[in-house]
């Protein structure tokens, strides 16, 4: 700087214009000493800021992981390491742990940069459908004080008024650490965490149930995921919850809670792939009639008898039915199908054959 200023002076000077010349130079010069000392106190502000964030995020880390990690000061030692955060090389030093450890908080504070956050809502749904990961749920965990806790997810289907449902089950889970999302124009997912005293799963949602039609005269499905360790896991319970709903309406099953158990198998035999399930069928030749899968008096009659633990007396009072009627139609699945389904064997393969052709429809 100080050689463009001779430089310069020395122009004015040949010019003759070296008094005017001069005081603007001066005035550059001062100005450009200015702007430059500004612009290193800014520098110097943001990162002030960002080591203060990073500190923040650091104890977010220790208190939700259990791993003490700090910004390296003084000289290096064996336990220290390099991450970016905010476009910043930083060097962090772990207290114990290993390399794994040093793995996950590296991801935590790469990834802590990326500030922008979705609406509470918005964010709580892509956490249910498993977008964003790990990282998200411990985001939203941080961000609106969510207990790490046990916990499982339930996917509510009102018939109708799914917003007038919505607020009503909001107001149900009030003063709790319970939340609810509208997760489409029909669906409500609610998370539910998990205490000694708290009803059982499906009895809660029961309740739901039951609390919805009270209140609004709304009939609604509900499905109940499993119980996940923490709510970092939630996901999956949610998609548990989502599959036994959906099964429930496309099995026409009875009742209006269901716990994803009951579709255990037919989630099995969902995924194998299509063309497979064809040979599948195939195989069973012309037994594969509709009047004894797809619909009709006779597949409701076994359905009802496989209902009720493949008891006769049971069944017939269930369907209003002789019970010289239901032994009849029992034996023309028989007839149509070679298999008995009084017996147990026989049953289990009646009901894996209602199931393969309803997912083959």
């Known amino acids: 700087m100080a050689l463009f200023f001779i430089f310069y002076e020395k122009l004015a000077e040949i010019a003759g214009e070296s008094e005017n010349l001069l005081i603007f130079l001066r005035k550059s010069v001062i100005i450009e000493f200015a702007n430059g000392a500004s612009r290193f106190a800014g520098r110097k502000t943001e990162m002030d800021d960002t080591m203060s964030e990073l500190s923040r995020l650091l104890e977010d880390v220790r208190r939700k992981t259990g791993i003490n990690v700090r910004p390296l000061e003084g000289e290096e030692n064996g336990n220290s390491f390099s ?4 476009g910043n090389a930083v060097r962090l030093v772990l207290d114990g742990g290993d390399e794994t450890s040093q793995k996950l908080v590296r991801y935590l504070v790469e990834n802590g940069k990326e500030r922008t956050m979705p609406e509470r809502e918005e964010h709580l749904k892509s956490i249910l459908l498993g977008e964003g990961g790990g990282w998200s749920a411990f985001r939203y965990m941080t961000r609106y004080a969510v207990p790490n806790l046990e916990c499982y997810a339930i996917d509510l289907l009102p018939e109708r008024l799914s917003k007038e449902s919505k607020r009503h089950i ?44 009270e209140e609004l005269g709304v009939r609604a499905q509900a499905g109940v995921g499993g119980q996940v360790r923490s709510f970092s896991e ?15 309406v496309a099995f026409k099953s009875k009742g209006e809670v269901h716990s994803h158990r009951e579709y255990l198998l037919v989630k099995l035999l969902e995924e194998i792939p299509r063309t497979r399930l064809q040979e599948y069928t195939e195989s069973f030749g012309d037994a594969y009639r509709e009047d004894i899968f797809g619909g009709g008096e006779i597949a409701d009659t076994a359905e009802a008898f496989l209902e009720n633990s493949l008891n006769l007396s049971e069944t017939s009072r ?9 032994a009849y139609r029992l034996d023309k699945i028989e007839q149509a199908t070679g298999l008995d389904i009084r017996k147990f064997s026989d049953a289990v393969t009646f009901r894996v054959m209602t199931i393969l052709y309803k997912l083959n429809r």
Do not use: W
């Open 318 to 326: 269930t369907l209003f039915m002789h019970r010289n009627t239901l």
């Open 234 to 248: 939630i996901a999956r319970s949610y998609l548990e919850a989502a599959t036994a709903v959906r099964m429930s």
């Open 83 to 86: 991450v970016n955060y905010c």
């Open 170 to 213: 909001a107001r149900c889970l009030e003063g709790s650490q319970d939340m609810c999302v509208a997760m489409d124009d029909s669906r409500i997912a609610v998370v539910k965490f998990a205490a000694e005293a708290d009803v059982p799963p499906m009895e809660f949602a029961q309740f739901l149930v039951q609390t919805l039609y």
